[in-house]
Structure formats: structure tokens, C-alpha cells
């Protein structure tokens, strides 16, 4: 069984910064792309940054020159970095994640249960 863990949401002032992590644990043999999604209430999820096994980044272009994401392929861990952070940052963030569990199978997507973000005065 495979488990995608967020931490690092809370509260914050504008202007101010967050760094989310997530860590993928049980059953994995490879992770292909990871992820960040949020979703704001009333809203669809939307993808905010990914990247790929090999390093290369995606971005939304609301986050572009403000998030940064990594990730640590030997913990299984990505991260989003989040500066100048504004009120419509607010949302739920989301892990996402492409992982095999054995060298046969295909890659599926995992998701974590998410983290909440807040940014507010």
C-alpha cells in the first residue's frame, strides 16, 4: 500500500512564505512525475507546479517566480516552496504523485489527503 503524507500548511501573512513537503511511504519501486495541486473552496483542483524524475519543472502561471519545486528521489520526497505568498494562494494543496509498486507494473497516480494554506492578515 502506498501512502502520500503532506505537512507544512498553516497560516500566514501576505507577503510572508510556507514550504510544503510530501513523503511517499509503503510499497514503492519508482515515482515517475510528482506534484502540487490546490483547490480553493468553491473551485475545481488545479495543478500548481510539477516535476519530472529527471528534475524538469512545471509552473502555473499564477506561482511562476514565487514557488519553487523540488524534490529528494531517495526519500521519496517532493517539496513547494512558497514566497510572497497572497490571499488567492489560499486553498488546499494537494500531493500528487506517478509511482509503481513493482518493476512490472504501470505507473498510477497517488494522491495525499491534503494540506491547508492560509494566507491572511
Known amino acids: 500500500q502506498v501512502q502520500l503524507v503532506e505537512s507544512g500548511g498553516g497560516l500566514v501573512q501576505p507577503g510572508g512564505s510556507l514550504r510544503l513537503s510530501c513523503a511517499g511511504s509503503?510499497?514503492?519501486?519508482?515515482?515517475?512525475?510528482m506534484g502540487w495541486y490546490r483547490q480553493a473552496p468553491g473551485k475545481q483542483r488545479k495543478l500548481v507546479a510539477s516535476i519530472t524524475s529527471g528534475g524538469m519543472t512545471n509552473y502555473a502561471d499564477s506561482v511562476k517566480g514565487r514557488f519553487t519545486i523540488s524534490r529528494d528521489n531517495a526519500k521519496n520526497t517532493v517539496f513547494l516552496q512558497m514566497n510572497s505568498l497572497r490571499p488567492e494562494d489560499t486553498a488546499v494543496y494537494y500531493c500528487n504523485a506517478d509511482i509503481a509498486t513493482t518493476w512490472y507494473g504501470s505507473h498510477m497516480a497517488y494522491w495525499g489527503k491534503g494540506t491547508l494554506v492560509t494566507v491572511s492578515s
Open positions: 509503503g510499497s514503492i519501486f519508482s515515482i515517475n512525475n
